[in-house]
């Protein structure tokens, strides 16, 4: 069973950045894509961003409209890391993130909350 662990959430201004970090531990063998999706108040969850774990396409990303061009979602393949590199923040952005993953079944972590102040 694979355990997400995320971090880096937090309080920022508009205009500013921040790192999201997720860590896959347990058995963590054979992911293929890991990414991340928000949900603000209101809102249904969508997606952030995801990135191929494996694979001829290793590598390959995928973004929301709203964040491509801001956001950058990047991995560091041995430690089963996913990092999501937010800039030029917007209030709309403010959301609890959601770390994915998935081998033969999807995987979900807590959440962290981002927040965007006006």
């Known amino acids: 069973q694979v355990q997400l662990v995320e971090s880096g959430g937090g309080l920022v201004q508009t205009g500013g950045s921040l790192r999201l970090s997720c860590a896959a531990s347990?058995?963590?063998?054979?992911?293929?894509?890991m990414g991340w999706y928000r949900q603000a108040p209101g809102k249904q969850r969508e997606l952030v961003a995801h990135?191929?774990?494996?694979?001829?396409?290793?590598?390959?990303?995928n973004y929301a409209d709203s964040v491509r061009g801001r956001f950058t979602i990047s991995r560091d393949h041995a430690k089963s890391t996913v990092y999501l590199q937010m800039s030029s923040l917007k209030p709309e952005d403010t959301a609890v993130y959601y770390c994915?993953?998935?081998?033969?079944?999807?995987?979900w972590g807590q959440g962290t909350q981002v927040t965007v102040s006006s």
């Open positions: 994915y993953a998935k081998n033969i079944i999807d995987y």
């Open positions: 347990g058995s963590a063998v054979g992911i293929s894509v």
């Open positions: 990135i191929t774990t494996g694979g001829w396409t290793g590598g390959s990303t």
